[in-house]
């Protein structure tokens, strides 16, 4: 690997570790969904400080290019990602649908004590 | 039996502006004695304003949910408010009141958990089209595969519950295509589904919830649906008939 390629990769390894520590700071994002984000961003870094853990990695599973190795294992944590982020639509969807249902209910019910109120006086 | 029970028809309404006040005043002169409850599904025309003006008690959902988490609305209302048997109907005047305690009945003399109103029994009144026929033929016979219950109409929305499948609903319930999707749930979970010829209509306006272009996604998406079912729900050996 030049040094350039592994000056950029460092530098935009540690980019994305900043971003994601300022979208924590300012509350964009919440620290259950940085977890992933965080463990990438952590992990690129140290690929691009010491790319000799790359060679080894690549050595094991006798990949020809290193970094078709870190595409490889991008994709792949993109990949967990993603599947995370569906799961936690769904899961607010569904707690959106129970909160709409008690909200309806709740409604009626005020609306028909309010009905009372009015009768009464 | 028939006058001490308490009685719910749950009547779903999104956008029914044409059909919703014959519905209800249909139903209010064919059975007088049952309590019913409109359920606005965020409607955006002007069914929500002809059901206050109307005094007709209804649920109104802050944000659409579909028919699955609009009919689950009322489950719960009927749970919370102790009723003996809530009946599911559409708004869109498919479905004749003058049948409804051909529904009802099966249920409230204990034969059934949950009875279906069914147009393939007797196969009278309105039948809808034939690739429709092909496509819930298609999914009686996945139900039928899947838990071995037989049941011909297996998207009516013309059903009654009792007070237990009442309070499973208002926990279980499937959100987008959720008729036969109850049918498969309800009966691995041991309770007793059957059916009961019916008449039904064509709608009397406006426009199906299921249009041709969904219909694809709609097989797809029920046919999956339905399977996890019966992975994900632990069969429960059917309670003595």
Request: hydrophobic share 45%.
């Amino acid at each position: 690997m030049t040094q350039q390629l592994q000056f950029v990769m460092l530098a935009g390894a540690v980019a994305l570790l900043g971003l994601i520590f300022f979208f924590l700071k300012k509350g964009y994002m919440s620290v259950k969904y940085s977890l992933l984000w965080l463990g990438l961003s952590v992990l690129l870094v140290i690929f691009a400080a010491c790319p000799y853990v790359v060679y080894v990695l690549r050595d094991i599973l006798d990949i020809q290019m290193p970094v078709n190795l870190v595409f490889l294992l991008m994709f792949c944590f993109v990949l967990v990602v993603l599947l995370s982020l569906s799961i936690a639509i769904s899961q607010l969807a569904e707690k959106c649908k129970r909160l709409a249902q008690t909200n309806a209910l709740l409604e009626k019910r005020v609306r028909e004590l309010e009905k009372q109120e009015t009768n009464k006086q | 039996m028939k006058d001490s029970a308490k009685i719910l028809v749950l009547v779903p309404c999104y956008n029914e502006e044409e059909n919703i006040v014959a519905t209800i005043e249909r139903l209010k002169a064919t059975c007088p004695g049952v309590d019913f409850l409109v359920i606005n599904d965020c409607s955006t025309d002007s069914s929500p304003a002809l059901l206050k003006n109307h005094g007709y008690p209804y649920l109104d959902l802050p944000i659409n949910l579909g028919i699955g988490g609009g009919v689950q609305c009322g489950y719960q209302y009927a749970r919370d408010n102790g009723y003996d048997v809530a009946v599911q109907m559409d708004g869109d005047g498919q479905h004749d009141p003058r049948y409804l305690f051909h529904v009802v009945d099966p249920v409230l003399q204990g034969q059934y958990d949950m009875c279906i109103g069914s147009r393939f029994i007797q196969k009278e009144g309105f039948q809808t089209s034939f690739m429709r026929r092909v496509g819930i033929r298609f999914l009686s016979g996945l139900i039928r595969l899947l838990c071995g219950k037989q049941v011909l109409d297996v998207t009516s929305g013309f059903r009654a519950a009792n007070s237990r499948m009442i309070e499973y609903f208002s926990r279980h319930y499937a959100s987008d295509y959720p008729e036969p999707e109850a049918i498969l749930s309800a009966s691995l979970s041991g309770f007793r589904v059957g059916e009961v010829p019916v008449v039904m209509q064509e709608r009397q306006g406006g426009m199906s919830s299921i249009s041709t272009f969904k219909s694809a996604y709609y097989m797809i998406k029920v046919s999956l649906a339905l399977i996890i079912d019966r992975f994900s729900i632990r069969k429960v050996k059917e309670a003595a008939q």
